[in-house]
Nanobody
Framework: QVQLVESGGGLVQAGDSLRLSCAASGRTFSSYAMAWFRQAPGKEREFVAAISGGGGRILYRDSVKGRFTISRHNVKNTVNLQMNSLKPDDTAVYLC??????????????WGQGTQVTVSS
């Protein structure tokens, strides 16, 4: 069993930066692939980034490449998402996910409740 709690969201202006964190509790954290998804009101959930258990494999959706960086710190049981050059289109609830399989669809095993990111023009 894994519990995930996101933090770091907020209201920023376009061009600003935010760093989201996901704190995990439970055993064998390092064996889980971790991912970030986001969902805006009235829209379907979309993949943002994923990182394998050991951190050696990383995926991003095209629209965030070069702006967002996912990282994990297994000794601290955390995964982070550094978001730079934020755009209004990045506005969404950001959710942390954990699963046994490194993937970019939404079929992860555990989910956090999400943290709101709002980017104004």
């Amino acid at each position: 069993q894994v519990q995930l709690v996101e933090s770091g969201g907020g209201l920023v202006q376009a061009g600003d930066s935010l760093r989201l964190s996901c704190a995990a509790s439970g055993r064998t954290f390092s064996s889980y692939a971790m991912a970030w998804f986001r969902q805006a009101p009235g829209k379907e959930r979309e993949f943002v980034a994923a990182i394998s258990g050991g951190g050696g494999r990383i995926l991003y959706r095209d629209s965030v490449k070069g702006r967002f960086t996912i990282s994990r710190h297994n000794v601290k049981n955390t995964v982070n998402l550094q978001m730079n050059s934020l755009k209004p289109d990045d506005t969404a609830v950001y959710l942390c996910a954990a699963g046994a399989t490194f993937r970019r669809d939404a079929l992860y095993d555990y989910w956090g409740q999400g943290t709101q990111v709002t980017v104004s023009s």
